[in-house]
């Protein structure tokens, strides 16, 4: 993705349409943007335009679970604004007696998530979005051109049990030890493990990471997750050899500082689920040998998939702020763990070459990534920044595309029926 700003536009008709070919995103400006205006703008005449509208002065309250939920749920998007507070906007700007349906130009310079043009959708109403930011504009495009949902689960199929080709299998063969023949079988051998309780075979669901710090008072080296947290003398974690010793007891001077020099990021939990017979199969653990022995062997492989090698923006954010390079954060690949990373080649490498990977991808990919904070009340990522917080988690990627991938059929079959013609074209 180009860190240079590029202005991205894309059109959508009025007109309605049943399923067709998934258009792939395409960046750059649009050039028949002033024909589209020119077809669906009404010149305005101060004269004789009977046009009279009051500003819209009510409050809006819109539930996020508005239904369809699943259209608002669909892409991960900082500052988001709700499709159906949008839709009353159009409503009032454009009624019917003035527009009818399939008429009035709807206009979003800074589209961000594409809702403006979800809400024209469900108005049947000609729109154009413009946004700077290539993200922004790859979402909104696949907010505007949905899928075929038979297409796109017969895609994610052929995705996952296509055969590799004999040169990959030999690869693979090479690097792990093991038959390797499709995507499906290579995300299992990533994350396998065993199960404690039957022995038996299991697949690893998230491992939990926690930056190591050094105890001010006992210079012992703790995992700040093992370190019990304590509202008095000061709110925070305390060295837990510390207060072990002192019958729980905290002092100030066994405050843990996360501010503090980084001893480096280890394994503390693992969440598996086992693919035996126990009850219930997930489960949870301290890091065993197979845990850290799986971990080991692919820190020490070649991924055998092409990944962005480029460096990290060299930012305020991320140089001085944040302070990445400290956390071993020197390219955009150290955004991840080795095993996510490979992951997500793995599947980018697979993907259809009908274009609809894009769709099948749009699972917010910083939800994998070292950015995800680990909390027992549940965790996210820390919205508009480069944050590695010091307790992290590695979430295993398959089961959050097959989410996404619902998501999307289900987005599809609300807007499929609805959908305008969008184009995208390039600089």
């Not at 207060?243 to 990021?265: A, C, M, N, Q, V």
């Not at 062997?297 to 092409?306: D, L, T, V, Y």
């Not at 274009?355 to 099948?360: F, P, Q, R, S, V």
Request: proline residues 9%.
């Amino acid at each position: 993705m180009s860190h240079t700003p590029r202005q991205l536009t894309f059109r959508a008709t009025g007109t309605t349409s049943t399923h067709s070919r998934y258009k792939p995103f395409v960046p750059g400006p649009n050039p028949e943007l002033a024909d589209f205006i020119a077809r669906h703008a009404t010149p305005y005449d101060p004269e004789n335009d009977p046009y009279d509208v009051p500003a819209f002065d009510r409050d809006l309250v819109v539930d996020k679970a508005h239904p369809p939920k699943a259209i608002y749920d669909m892409h991960t998007y900082w500052s988001k604004k709700h499709w159906a507070a949008i839709r009353e906007y159009i409503r009032h700007y454009l009624p019917e007696k003035y527009y009818p349906r399939g008429t009035g130009l709807v206009l979003d310079c800074f589209s961000g998530s594409g809702m403006t043009g979800v809400a024209a959708m469900m108005e049947n109403r000609p729109c154009v979005l413009i946004d700077a930011s290539p993200a922004a504009a790859f979402i909104s495009h696949c907010y505007t051109h949905p899928v075929d949902p038979n297409e796109l689960r017969e895609a994610y199929d052929r995705m996952m049990t296509e055969p590799y080709p004999p040169e990959l299998q030999r690869k693979l063969k090479t690097i792990t030890g093991c038959e390797i023949r499709n995507l499906q079988q290579e995300l299992e051998w990533l994350y396998e493990t065993r199960c404690d309780r039957c022995r038996g075979p299991a697949t690893t669901e998230y491992v939990v990471y926690s930056e190591r710090f050094q105890c001010p008072n006992c210079a012992k080296i703790v995992a700040l997750y093992d370190c019990p947290e304590f509202k008095e003398p000061k709110k925070g974690r305390y060295c837990p050899h510390c207060t072990e010793r002192h019958h729980g007891e905290p002092h100030k001077d066994w405050l843990i500082s996360t501010r503090s020099r980084k001893f480096g990021s280890v394994p503390v939990l693992v969440s598996y689920k086992c693919l035996g017979k126990c009850k219930p199969a997930r489960y949870q653990r301290r890091p065993n040998r197979h845990d850290l022995a799986k971990i080991e062997q692919i820190e020490k492989a070649e991924i055998p998939h092409w990944y962005p090698d480029r460096e990290m923006i060299a930012g305020w954010e991320t140089r001085y702020k944040r302070r990445l390079d400290l956390q071993g954060v020197l390219k955009v690949a150290d955004l991840y763990t080795r095993r996510n990373l490979w992951a997500l080649a793995a599947v980018v490498a697979a993907l259809p070459e009908n274009k609809l990977g894009a769709a099948l991808v749009n699972m917010a990919g910083s939800n994998v990534s070292r950015m995800r904070q680990f909390r027992t009340a549940g965790g996210g990522v820390a919205k508009g920044t480069y944050y590695i917080p010091p307790v992290n988690r590695e979430d295993e990627p398959l089961d959050l595309i097959r989410k996404k991938l619902m998501n999307i059929v289900d987005v599809s079959r609300c807007l499929s029926p609805i959908a305008h013609l969008v184009l995208l074209s390039p600089a």
